[in-house]
């Protein structure tokens, strides 16, 4: 499942997929495939903003009236949060997956990989803040030492 989060779409798709639908927005004839298709390609890329574009549009999506395609882009939308670091708002769209289908594996793998992501890096952030402290301790140390002499 890590390699759903690592994943990235090739430009040449990205471009395709973008031009179809800006056509589509032009004419005024985009569907929900041709809309889905899009955001599904830009949560796979690896600019965040393109990501956070995904997100607008998979949210936009699943607000409408199309039933059949919420459960897909609520699973978007929890791989493009997890993408662009937004853990909180991910866990919830997998916690909102899983009141609804409890044994879906692929939900499951995907709200554990999430939260190894945060713990994960969550101990990065306090390695770094220990680490942090462990400089400014040893400053101050210095200077007390410095100032005793």
Excluded at 81 to 89: F, G, H, L, P, V
Excluded at 113 to 128: F, H, N, Q, S, V
Aim: with cysteine; charged share 30%; net charge positive.
């Amino acid at each position: 499942m890590e390699d759903v989060l690592d994943e990235s779409v090739s430009e040449e798709d990205l471009r395709k997929f973008e031009r179809r639908y800006h056509d589509s927005l032009a004419q005024g004839t985009v569907t929900h495939v041709i809309q889905f298709e899009y955001a599904w390609c830009l949560i796979r890329s690896k600019y965040p903003t393109d990501v956070k574009r995904g997100i607008f549009l998979l949210e936009d999506l699943s607000k409408g009236e199309n039933e059949s395609g919420k459960r897909d882009c609520i699973y978007y939308l929890a791989i493009g949060n997890a993408k662009i670091k937004e853990y909180s708002k991910a866990l919830g769209y997998t916690k909102v997956l899983l009141q609804v289908e409890p044994g879906n594996r692929q939900v499951q793998t995907l709200k554990h990989t999430i939260e190894k992501r945060m713990e994960r890096e969550g101990l990065k952030g306090m390695a770094i803040i220990g680490g942090a402290a462990l400089a400014l301790g040893s400053l101050i140390g210095f200077g007390v030492a410095l100032a005793r002499k």
